[in-house]
Nanobody, 123 residues
Framework: QVQLVESGGGLVQAGGSLRLSCEASGRTSSSTAMGWFRQAPGKERDFVAAITLSGGRTYYADSVKGRFTISRYNAKNTVFLQMNSLKPEDTAIYYC????????????????WGQGTQVTVSS
């Protein structure tokens, strides 16, 4: 069981940037990776990015490659999502998640989820 606390969401104009943070606590030792997912109104929760906690290998959805960067600060059990060149279609609730598995891009592989933080990109 991992507890995840997200922060950093907000309202930003198109082309702007935001950095999301997620701090994990609890039973984090078994986690293999942490990831970010997003869900827009009326849509499914989709994979955004993931990072392995041991080696820092990153994975991205095609829709955010080149614009978003996921990173980790293991000493604080924290992951970040730097979002640049934001587009209105990036508007969604962004969720942090942790997995003990090895399918880092699959929503159903994640064991723990944060509460979500709203990201709204205006044009």
């Amino acid at each position: 069981q991992v507890q995840l606390v997200e922060s950093g969401g907000g309202l930003v104009q198109a082309g702007g940037s935001l950095r999301l943070s997620c701090e994990a606590s609890g039973r984090t030792s078994s986690s293999t990776a942490m990831g970010w997912f997003r869900q827009a109104p009326g849509k499914e929760r989709d994979f955004v990015a993931a990072i392995t906690l041991s080696g820092g290998r990153t994975y991205y959805a095609d829709s955010v490659k080149g614009r978003f960067t996921i990173s980790r600060y293991n000493a604080k059990n924290t992951v970040f999502l730097q979002m640049n060149s934001l587009k209105p279609e990036d508007t969604a609730i962004y969720y942090c998640a942790a997995t003990t598995k090895y399918y880092y891009m699959r929503t159903d592989s994640y064991d723990s989820w944060g509460q979500g933080t709203q990201v709204t990109v205006s044009s």
